[in-house]
């Protein structure tokens, strides 16, 4: 019911064929008959992370995330119902992290940035697809509020969320621009509030 990482380094690496790093149990041709369920009933009441790096790597989606967490929490019940096709889990959360980067293709994000989250994902693991409502989002001091979702497509990840803020600098948000698109953005100045 419980995890504690502390002081450590988790490396999750996915190569160009999508085969992971972390699956490490071996696949069988044939299924022997049993009266045993496969199903899985696991709730997590305590997972914390302290001063752990976190590195993720996945060469088929062009990914590359390398992040400080100061501290982490997690906590959900997992249970998988094979007979009825069911890997649905609700995963609640919060953590203060510093990104070191988040690569996604060739454009660096959040290179040195202050980020923390706090709030609760529902998981569709059989059909990739995760639900966020209310979920808090902070960067560099700036609060956000995510609304949306986030599924696998033929084509790829689609992205449907909504960020709304009544507390975000603008001025500060633009200094987060990826280098690539400064240009677009131009001069910046602002006063007040």
Do not use: C, W
Not at 93 to 110: C, K, L, M, Q
Not at 159 to 184: C, G, H, I, K, R
């Amino acid at each position: 019911t419980s995890i504690a990482i502390s002081d450590g380094t988790l490396y999750v690496h996915i190569d160009e064929k999508g085969n992971a790093n972390y699956d490490v149990f071996n696949s069988t041709e044939t299924v022997e008959p049993t009266d045993e369920t496969s199903d899985l009933q696991l709730s997590i009441s305590d997972a914390t992370l302290d001063n752990v790096v976190l590195q993720y790597v996945d060469l088929s989606s062009a990914y590359d995330i390398r992040l400080q967490v100061a501290s982490a929490y997690f906590e959900g019940d997992f249970i998988i119902d094979n007979e009825l096709n069911l890997n649905q889990h609700t995963l609640t959360s919060y953590a203060e992290v510093v990104s070191d980067h988040v690569t996604i293709g060739d454009t660096r994000y959040f290179v040195g940035s202050d980020l923390a989250y706090d709030g609760a994902i529902n998981l569709d693991l059989t059909n990739e697809a995760y639900a966020i409502n209310k979920f808090k989002f902070f960067v560099q001091g700036n609060r956000f509020e995510i609304d949306g979702s986030i599924k696998k497509t033929d084509e790829g990840q689609l992205y449907d969320l909504t960020f709304n803020s009544s507390e975000a600098m603008l001025s500060s948000l633009l200094q987060l621009v990826p280098a690539p698109y400064n240009e677009t953005v131009g001069q910046f100045e602002s006063t007040g509030q």
